[in-house]
């Protein structure tokens, strides 16, 4: 495959990054399960020295993912964290970074209890309120991260809207693409500088890995963060790249599936008794509804709702359902479902998670690709043993 980039989405997935193997002719990228790399001559390798700094399998895998979120550069680390920290290694001290009200707890974690410590300085906004994005942007500002959609409640941000107010400030903006994938929006096309994932999720697919990646369509961006890359080391191994590899060659049926699933499933929560809200940007009752069908492809895997009881009836549901299996994480094949006040946000005081929405009641799902009618026999039964 020459030209990617004339391919669509589900073709370059398949086949981006992946040539045959020129020695072998074997047709699935090899696992090469090696630290370092015979040298010609003093200085003269055949392209690759050391694994930390480039491997075969890692490379395919950016390429791969550069190509889905149609960037020229990828960089795979070793979890999304791993990337995350690589951008706030771009950062000088003394610089300041908006964020998001409501970012992922990991990233909320490294922001105000690691770079807080070396002189970087946060705010977190709703970032919906491009007023209060507005006001927050300072002349030291460097770097914009947003989420869309965001957790658990699936806001949606406007990255169009979100790249130019970082641009007015000379600052970078850095979009966590982890919950819609480059199959359903590709933030580099919206004017955003960096795409981060958790390749952990819907790119790995299986729940059988973690890792992270970065994309973008700067050369000199590119090697700085090759440089972070290299010099920090939060490289992932030639396995985890195979498995990811393994992952991103079905993201587009996985997708369609588990866009499906969500989607009839948050129409049948809708009508639900026990349910008095659900959060899905699918929903025309979702306040941001319009910019999600105009961003995205389709409007993902992941929704919330509300237990229309109290926090031990909504851990009840959470308790007793099957199909849907107890646990973090999300992006799987398989169906997940947690509570956020008890899990995923318990860190949060209860005063100041009621005033951000994320209520007692609050059920969050990763919609997986079983069976939609499954589900919901689940999920009766759950609501029955709760009510
Ligand atoms: C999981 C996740 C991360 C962190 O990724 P890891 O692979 O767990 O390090 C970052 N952002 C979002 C939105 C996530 O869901």
Redesign the pocket.
Known sequence: MDDDSTHRIETRAIHAGQDPDEETGALMTPIYANSTYVQDGPGDHRGYEYSRTGNPTRSDLEDNLAALEGGEFGRAFS????G?NTVLNLLEAGDHVVTGDDV?G??HRIFTQVYDKYDLSFDFVDTTDHDAVADAMREETALLWA?TPT?PLMRVNDISALADLAHEYDALCAV?N??ATPYLQRPLEHGADIV?H????YLGGHSDV???ALITDDEELDEEIGFYQNSVGATPSPFDCFLVLRGTKTLGVRMDRHCENASELARWLDDHDAVSDVYYPGLESHPQHELAAEQMDDFGGMLSFEVDGTLEQASTVVEETDVFTLAE??GGVESLIEQPAAMTHAAIPREERLEAGLTDGLVRVSVGIEHVDDMKADLDAAFDAAF
């Open positions: 979890s999304g964290m791993g995350i992922y990991g990233t989420e957790n966590d982890t919950f981060s958790s390749l952990t999720k973690v890792a992270g994480s999300l």
